[in-house]
């Protein structure tokens, strides 16, 4: 009966405090995969926020004119 071979070692490179560093790669890819998302979350935000604050304007204008 021959022997399996042993699978080679894995070999990784880690900074002094891996656990940070696999924290803030594993954000950076979060965020990278979710940049579109985010960006048109946050110009639909803006655009709400834009409208209300036009809208409230334009009452506060009726309501001082009339």
């Given at each position: 009966m021959?022997?399996?071979?042993?699978?080679?070692a894995?070999?990784?490179?880690?900074?002094?405090h891996?656990h940070?560093?696999?924290?803030?790669?594993?954000m950076?890819?979060?965020?990278?995969r979710?940049?579109?998302?985010?960006?048109?979350?946050l110009?639909?935000?803006?655009?709400y926020?834009?409208?209300?604050?036009?809208?409230?304007?334009?009452t506060w204008?009726?309501?001082?004119?009339?």
């Open positions: 021959q022997r399996r071979p042993t699978p080679p894995t070999a990784t490179t880690t900074g002094p891996p940070e560093s696999s924290t803030a790669a594993r950076l890819a979060l965020l990278h979710h940049r579109r998302t985010a960006a048109a979350q110009l639909r935000g803006l655009c926020g834009a409208g209300t604050g036009l809208t409230g304007l334009a204008w009726l309501q001082q004119h009339l």
